[in-house]
């Protein structure tokens, strides 16, 4: 029956039509941010301030796999696509949560740790009667929207000897179409890559253009369409020695990259170094164009026609990919059509879209790495010990590599003209690796000494350091550029935000609550107890008149799989994943939580002492950035303390060295390290375990 719904976006000629005039069908939800603009604002209004306290749980779809859900489903004309982890695509009913048709693009396994941040998808594009989304493998997937078939499937990673010797590349980002274009980026920084865009023809899947945001490390022509003029240029602030010749330089664009029609430019979000040690990626010299940078592009040829650096010489992993929205605003009394930029070095920026003039930029959060922007051209005055990799000496830094922001949406009233700012503060500690860049394979490179990153050992120190954790619901002025309100959370990693001309603004949060909030002053209005953490933006969207509200629950991401221990939140202990969807007259009920977890088994007394060092500096190098600098797990992979293969050499052998789990995402390490580096891992795990066992 789905298939006979007229299709009403292409109804309008083209989808792109259909984007830009997307408040003449508000039923729908047609591009990640909704609009070009991407300020997560709808205008639909049925549910708002005086009745969304009766909000109820219309209908529920359970995801299969446990792992962070990050995507924004996008609704076309009743029909919801909802990506999830492991770059799988759900097609449902968007009245019923009936299952249409769905994909699974067989992500292997041993994928998950060639990129940082849990296997996620953050979202699909819509183009014309198909579907597009990224696989964590690097390919790009057009299915058929009606039957879900495959259209056409194109590998976007380059067989190209510049791409960096680890060739780590990853694809989580929601894809973006225009003008007939499918854009797309990748990760892999941490590791060793070298950032580009590509445009495929939404058609035919043909590529139309590449550009690449780092130089060639011979300073070569790339065959790409970027004109090799400017990539020379790019070059010299980069100069030939140093760890980017190998590992590739970075700057991936990881989550943001927007089409805006009124510039008629795109933007890509441009991530950070690799490595991230400044001193040992280009011998402390240059400002590494395009790393931490909005780089403006022609659609139609990709050929640069700006670029703002809002973090030239990185060293903290301060990536400029987070959102870009535009639109119009008085800038000194004159209406100017801006770029509203909140990256993760804690500053929210105003740039002229035409032509990435520096319109404006101040903190918005406390941050200990600068002193300010120049206010003529927006670049960072330095605090000198924030220059850790140039000092040598160890950083606390605020923000730390997760950023006052992240991929969390941020979004825009027009009723309010405000901002409301997902923000958080989780500082880090950054110190230089001892003796050098020394990558290893399979493991993050990034130039730091991995055992001084970790969570600090003594009680009072700890203590201290969850102190400095926050969470921040922000309502910015961007004239003003100042904050409004806020709302405290209880922590960090909480879920992106919703607008809607209903005057309420939708987050979930990390604590496994979803909550509605007045719009024009904080106040709460609603609260659903969604038994696990809410880290994706929810949308909004109709079906015969009714209005629905979605968001996709899951935890995880970077923070609770890095941070393993602090990195669980309260409210909920063991993760469920599935989408969530809200409506006034709603009659649907979710299962009684389950919190049955891996509950602490006495672990095996015998550990060895004299190896268990080793085994901390071998589980920080390879396995602290997915199961957490204590192994505790986070609620979404197994607690290690009390999982079953520490107890047997050789079953811990046979996980860890020859990928007995590699269908779930552990890939396997005998060709990064010794079997006796892996039993001392075991050996930690044993001393991990005893430490903190305790009889319930
Ligand atoms: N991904 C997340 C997430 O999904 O939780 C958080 C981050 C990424 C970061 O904080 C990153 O710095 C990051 N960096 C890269 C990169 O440098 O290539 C990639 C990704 C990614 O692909 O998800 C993230």
Redesign the pocket.
Known sequence: PYAAVPARADGQGNTGEAIIHADDHPENWLSYGRTYSEQRYSPLDQINRSNVGDLKLAWYYTLDTNRGQ?ATPLVVDGIMYATTNWSKMEALDAATGKLLWQYDPKVPGNIADK????T?NRGAGYWNGKVFWGTFDGRLVAADAKTGKKVWEVNTIPADASLGKQRSY?V?GAVRVAKGLVLIGN????FG?RGFVSAFDAETGKLKWRFYTVPNNKNEPDHAVADNVLMSKAYKTWGPKGAWVRQGG?G?V?DSLVYDPVSDLIYLAV??GSPWNYKYRSEGIGSNLFLGSIVALKPETGEYVWHFQATPMDQW?Y?SVQQIMTLDMPVNGEMRHVIWHAPKNGFFYVLDAKTGEFLAGKNYVYQNWANGLDPLTGRPIYNPDGLYTLTGKFWYGIPG???AH??MGMAYSPKTHLVYLPAHQIPFGYKNQVGGFKPHPDAWNVGLDMTKNGLPDTPEARTAYIKDLHGWLLAWDPVKMETVWKIDHKGPWNGGVLATGGDLLFQGLANGEFHAYDATNGSDLYKFDAQSGIIASPMTYSVNGKQYVAVEVGWG???PISMGGVGRTSGWTVNHSYIAVFSLDGKAKLPALNNRGFLPVKPPAQYDQKVVDNGYFQYQTYCQTCHGDNGEGAGMLPDLRWAGAIRHQDAFYNVVGRGALTAYGMDRFDTSMTPDEIEAIRQYLIKRANDTYQRE
């Open positions: 990050e990129g940082c941040c849990d996620v990853t989580d990760g892999g920084s941490e890559a970075g991936t990881w991530g950070n992993d990536t590599p997760l950023g992240n991929f991401g970077i923070y």
